[in-house]
C-alpha cells in the first residue's frame, strides 16, 4: 500500500511531512526488496533456492518488529523477580493530547516522568504501600483506529523494596495502589510542567491550534482539565512471569497497526479491523475503511522524533544500578538468581527451512543494496536444482 500510493501522497503534501516520517514512508517501501541488498539461499539436502531480501529494520515498521521484541524480551526475562506483577495505564486528556499533537518529543517526555514519578511517590508513601518500586513503561500514542491518543502502559512488580533495604514489602494480592490518587497527583505534576514549558516559550502551535501560543488562551485550554478526572487503569496482576513476557511481546515493540489487522487495499481506501472500546462482548471488533490519504495520515501521526526511546525503565529497573536493586530484591525474597552462563549461545537459525524437503537453508550468495539481483541459480560447487513437484 506505501508502495502504491506513497508517491502521490508525498507529492500532495510536500512541505507538510516531516523528515522522519518521509524517512519513515522510504524504509517500509523499501523493506524486503532488492533496494536494501539481500541474499541467496540453498537446500543443503536437495539444492532448492530461492532470494531472501534485507529488512528495513525501522521501528516503526510492521514488518521488522519481531526480531528485535524477541530480542529484547530475552534480555528482560532474567529481571523478572517471583511476584504478581500489575499492568497500569496512564492516559492524557483530549485536550492535552492537541497539545503534544504539536510537540511530541516535549510532551510525551513529560508523559513519561510525570507518570513515574506519580507510582514511585505514591508507592513510596507509607500510607500506601511504603516500599521503592520497579517500572517498564512503554509509550503508545495511538488508539485501536490510528487516531492520536497518547498513553503509558507500565508493568509494576506487586511490591518493592523497605526504605532501609532490610525487608520485602508485598502488595495485596489484587490491589497495588489507588488509582484515584495516582490520578490526581498525575494531573497536578503534568499540568505543573506543562505550564512551565508554556511560560520558558518552549512549545509550539501551528494551524487551528497557534491561537495557544497565547497565555490566557493557553490557561483557558486547560481550565477543563483541571477540574477533570484524569484516567488511571489498574489491570489485575499477571497469572506469573510467563504471563509477563507475553503482554510483552505484545506491546512494547507494537506499530500503529499491524499487517495482520489489515482486510483490502481497493480504490475505494484501506479496510481494516478495529476496536471500538465504547462497545461490549463480540460489538467491540469493527471493520474501518478510509481513504488511502487518510489511512497514511494517521499512520504517520505516530512516527516518533528521533532518537526518542519510548521503553524507559525507573526505580529498581532504572539505569547501571538495576542488576544491584534485583539482586537485592531476590535475597530478600529468598530466591536464587538466575544462573549466569558466560558462554556465548548459537545463535537461532533465524532462516524458515526449505519449502520442498524442510532441509537446512544456507547463504551462498551476498548481493548488496541498489545492485542487480542474481537472475538464476547461482553457481555453487554442487549444480543447483529446482525441487522435483
Not at 43 to 55: L, M
Amino acid at each position: 500500500m506505501f508502495r502504491a500510493a506513497g508517491p502521490g501522497y508525498r507529492v500532495a503534501h510536500a512541505g507538510h511531512l516531516s523528515l522522519q516520517q518521509l524517512k519513515v514512508m522510504s524504509a517500509i517501501e523499501h523493506c524486503r526488496t532488492a533496494a536494501l541488498g539481500g541474499h541467496v539461499e540453498a537446500c543443503e539436502d536437495c539444492g532448492q533456492w530461492r532470494i531472501a531480501y534485507n529488512s528495513c529494520r525501522n521501528r516503526h515498521c510492521p514488518k521488522c518488529q519481531g526480531a528485535a521484541a524477541r530480542t529484547w524480551l530475552a534480555e528482560r526475562e532474567a529481571d523478572l523477580l517471583p511476584v504478581g506483577y500489575f499492568h497500569v495505564v496512564f492516559t492524557l486528556p483530549a485536550e492535552v493530547a492537541v497539545i503534544a499533537f504539536h510537540n511530541k518529543a516535549l510532551v510525551y517526555d513529560l508523559l513519561f516522568k510525570a507518570a513515574s514519578e506519580t507510582m514511585l511517590t505514591i508507592a513510596a508513601d507509607p500510607k500506601h504501600l511504603g516500599a521503592r518500586i520497579g517500572i517498564t513503561a512503554v509509550l503508545h500514542t495511538w488508539g485501536s483506529a490510528m487516531t492520536h491518543h497518547p498513553h503509558v502502559h507500565m508493568i509494576v512488580p506487586g511490591g518493592g523494596i523497605a526504605p532501609d533495604a532490610s525487608r520485602w514489602i508485598s502488595s495485596r494480592p489484587a490491589f497495588l495502589l489507588p488509582v484515584r490518587v495516582l490520578g490526581k497527583l498525575f494531573r497536578r505534576l503534568f499540568l505543573t510542567r506543562l505550564v512551565a514549558l508554556h511560560d520558558a516559550g518552549r512549545l509550539a502551535f501551528f494551524g487551528s491550534a497557534a491561537h495557544l501560543a497565547d497565555h490566557r488562551a493557553f490557561l483557558r485550554h486547560l481550565a477543563p482539565v483541571k477540574k477533570k478526572r484524569w484516567v488511571v487503569y489498574a489491570k489485575p496482576p499477571f497469572a506469573g512471569p510467563e504471563a509477563v513476557l507475553a503482554y510483552l511481546s505484545r506491546y512494547t515493540h507494537r506499530v500503529a497497526i499491524s499487517n495482520r489487522r489489515l482486510i483490502a487495499f481497493e480504490e475505494a481506501g484501506v479496510t481494516f479491523r478495529y476496536k471500538d472500546y465504547r462497545r461490549d462482548g463480540t460489538d467491540r471488533l469493527q471493520v474501518m475503511t478510509l481513504a488511502t490519504d487518510e489511512f497514511i495520515r494517521r499512520f504517520l501521526l505516530h512516527v516518533l522524533p528521533r532518537g526518542f526511546h519510548r521503553i524507559r525503565h525507573y526505580g529498581l529497573l532504572a539505569g547501571s544500578a538495576h542488576k544491584a536493586s534485583l539482586a537485592r530484591a531476590r535475597e530478600l525474597l529468598g530466591v536464587a538468581a538466575p544462573p549466569e552462563d558466560d558462554t556465548p549461545e548459537e545463535p537461532a537459525d533465524a532462516r524458515p527451512p526449505c519449502s520442498c524437503c524442510g532441509g537446512r537453508m544456507i547463504v551462498i550468495e551476498v548481493f548488496e543494496r541498489w545492485r542487480r539481483q542474481p537472475r538464476g541459480p547461482p553457481n555453487a560447487s554442487a549444480p543447483i536444482r529446482e525441487c522435483a513437484p
